[in-house]
Structures are given as structure tokens and as C-alpha cells.
């Protein structure tokens, strides 16, 4: 009986977590170690100048002497709670962090991995037409007018934006034009009710189809044809 309450006693005190994880030992009977329930990835959330310490442990912790700074993102490995019920996240071996002065990222990491996969694919969609010619009303894949083009494109990824550039311009978050980024809609005319529409793609660049003369072709943002407004969908 004594033998099956020690092995019972070792096994609740040490915590295993595999594949590249690092091995957590928990030294005090109140502390726990949590193998699953953690985020992949955390960002600092402090106050901007400042940084968060980073402790040797988790239970009875001492300062490394490295502060982590507000706003930086890091890759959490196990978490665990201390004797006192506060959680913490391990950053690789003898690096812990309260949980509580950072916010789960991993989530918003594969969003932005998402919508840069998505523009991908939007570029290179729209890459594929250049040349075609312009038909008012086409809708494609032979022929395409500004807003047709962009609404064939987008249907491609799975992305639903309507067939006018009045409806198109509803969709998504105004940037601006110093921030963009490929995949983002560029529209010309009224912010409200625009005449013509684009597809930026990077570099300064946009591809759209221009005009009967012209058809589907790329070209660089300039003064003497700046768009009124960016939107992005992705």
C-alpha cells in the first residue's frame, strides 16, 4: 500500500509534455502542471516602454534578469499554476511568465497566415487574366469590366463582394493608402460610390481592367490616377 501512494505521489509531481516541448517539473504538491490547455503563442500586454519579467520558475520563482518588452510576441511551451492559483506560461526551459500580463496571439497568428495565403491566391488569379480584353458588363473568364473582374477573382478564394464597385466598396475595413497590402481593393471616384475598382497586388501596383483600349492590365498607383479609397477584404 505505502509503495502504491509513493508511485502515486511521483507521478502527480512530475509532468511530461512531448514533440519539442519542454519538460516541466512541478516541485510542490498546490502547483499544477497543464500539458494541453495553452495558447501556441502570446503577446506582451503591459504598458508601452516597459517589459514583463521573466522568472526561473513558476512556484518559488527567481528574476532572470530579462524583461520581455510590451507588444513582443513569444511561443509558449507548457503553462502551469502556482500555490496560489495564478497561471503561468513556460517559454522554453527555466523561463516563466505571469499569464496575466500577455494575451493569446496564436489565434490572430493564424488569421493573418490565412489572409496572406488568400492574397496569394488573389494575385496570382488576377495575374492570370492579364491581357483579356474589356467588355463593359464581362464577368469573365473571357472578358471582364473592372468590378467583373474583381468579382470573379474574389469568388475564386471564396470570397463573395458583389458585382457593381457600389457594392463592393461596402465590404471589408478602410486602410489607408499608406498601409497597404496585396489582396486590399483600391477604388476610384466617391468613397461612397465609386466608378472604378482595382486589385492591389504589391510593389505599388494594382491590376484591373482598365478600358476597351486597354483590357486587363497592371499598372503603378500614380498622383494624376490616385484612388479615393482602399478596402481590405481579406
Known amino acids: 500500500m505505502n509503495f502504491k501512494r509513493n508511485l502515486a505521489k511521483i507521478s502527480a509531481a512530475t509532468a511530461l509534455t512531448l514533440g519539442g516541448v519542454a519538460t516541466v517539473n512541478a516541485v510542490n504538491n498546490h502547483a499544477t502542471v497543464q500539458a494541453a490547455s495553452f495558447p501556441s503563442a502570446v503577446t506582451i500586454n503591459y504598458v508601452p516602454g516597459y517589459g514583463v519579467n521573466v522568472w526561473s520558475s513558476y512556484n518559488n520563482p527567481t528574476f532572470t534578469g530579462k524583461r520581455l518588452a510590451h507588444g513582443t510576441s513569444w511561443k509558449v511551451f507548457a503553462s502551469a499554476t502556482d500555490s496560489k492559483g495564478a ?31 488568400a492574397a496569394s491566391k488573389v494575385i496570382s488569379l488576377a495575374s492570370a487574366q492579364l491581357g483579356k480584353p474589356y467588355v463593359w458588363g464581362g464577368n469573365g473568364p473571357a472578358s471582364f469590366d473592372c468590378s467583373g473582374l474583381v468579382n470573379y477573382v474574389y469568388s475564386q478564394v471564396g470570397v463573395s463582394l458583389g458585382r457593381t464597385t457600389y457594392v463592393q466598396v461596402n465590404h471589408g475595413t478602410t486602410v489607408s493608402m499608406n498601409n497597404l497590402k496585396p489582396g486590399d481593393l483600391l477604388f476610384w471616384g466617391s468613397a461612397s460610390a465609386p466608378y472604378h475598382v482595382g486589385i492591389y497586388v504589391g510593389n505599388g501596383q494594382y491590376i484591373h481592367a482598365a478600358n476597351p483600349g486597354q483590357g486587363v492590365i497592371k499598372q503603378t498607383i500614380s498622383q494624376y490616377f490616385y484612388p479615393s479609397v482602399a478596402k481590405r477584404v481579406l
Open 87 to 117: 497561471l503561468w506560461y513556460n517559454l522554453g526551459g527555466n523561463q516563466w511568465i505571469q499569464a496575466g500580463y500577455c494575451v493569446d496571439s496564436s489565434s490572430a497568428a493564424a488569421s493573418s497566415q490565412s489572409s496572406t495565403s
